[in-house]
C-alpha cells in the first residue's frame, strides 16, 4: 500500500516562501505520477503541479506558474513544492498524490489519482 506523508506547511506574509515536502513509501518511486493538490474551504481541489518520477515532465497550473517548482529526489523518494512569492490566495490545504503511470505527462485532475497524503496547511497573510 502506498503511503504518502506532506510536510512544510506553516503560516508566511505575503511575498514569502515555504517548501512543503511528500515522502512517499509502501511502493516503488518510480514510475509514477505525483501531484500537490490543494483544497481552501468551500472551493474544489485543484492540481497545482504535477510531475512524472521517472521521465520527469512537469505541469504546472496556470494560477501557480513561475512562483512554484515541483522537483523529485528519487534516492529520498521524496517530492518537494517550493512555493515563492505566496500571494493570500494561496492559503490552503495542500495534498500530494500518486499513481502508477508507465510515463509522459501528468494529470493535474483529482480523480486520476488514488493515493493521497493527509494535507499539511498553508496560510498567507496579507
Known amino acids: 500500500q502506498v503511503q504518502l506523508v506532506e510536510s512544510g506547511g506553516g503560516s508566511v506574509q505575503a511575498g514569502g516562501s515555504l517548501r512543503l515536502s511528500c515522502v512517499v513509501s509502501g511502493g516503488t518511486f518510480s514510475s509514477k505520477c505525483i501531484a500537490w493538490f490543494r483544497q481552501a474551504p468551500g472551493k474544489e481541489r485543484e492540481g497545482t503541479a504535477s510531475?512524472?518520477?521517472?521521465?520527469?515532465?512537469?505541469t504546472y497550473a496556470a494560477s501557480v506558474k513561475g512562483r512554484f517548482t515541483i522537483s523529485r529526489d528519487n534516492a529520498k523518494n521524496t517530492l518537494y513544492l517550493e512555493m515563492n512569492n505566496l500571494k493570500p490566495e494561496d492559503t490552503a490545504m495542500y495534498f500530494c498524490?500518486?499513481?502508477?503511470?508507465?510515463?509522459?505527462?501528468?494529470?493535474?485532475?483529482?480523480?486520476?489519482?488514488?493515493?493521497w497524503g493527509q494535507g499539511t496547511q498553508v496560510t498567507v497573510s496579507s
Open positions: 510531475i512524472h518520477t521517472t521521465t520527469g515532465p512537469t
Open positions: 498524490a500518486a499513481k502508477t503511470a508507465p510515463g509522459g505527462s501528468c494529470s493535474m485532475r483529482a480523480s486520476a489519482y488514488n493515493y
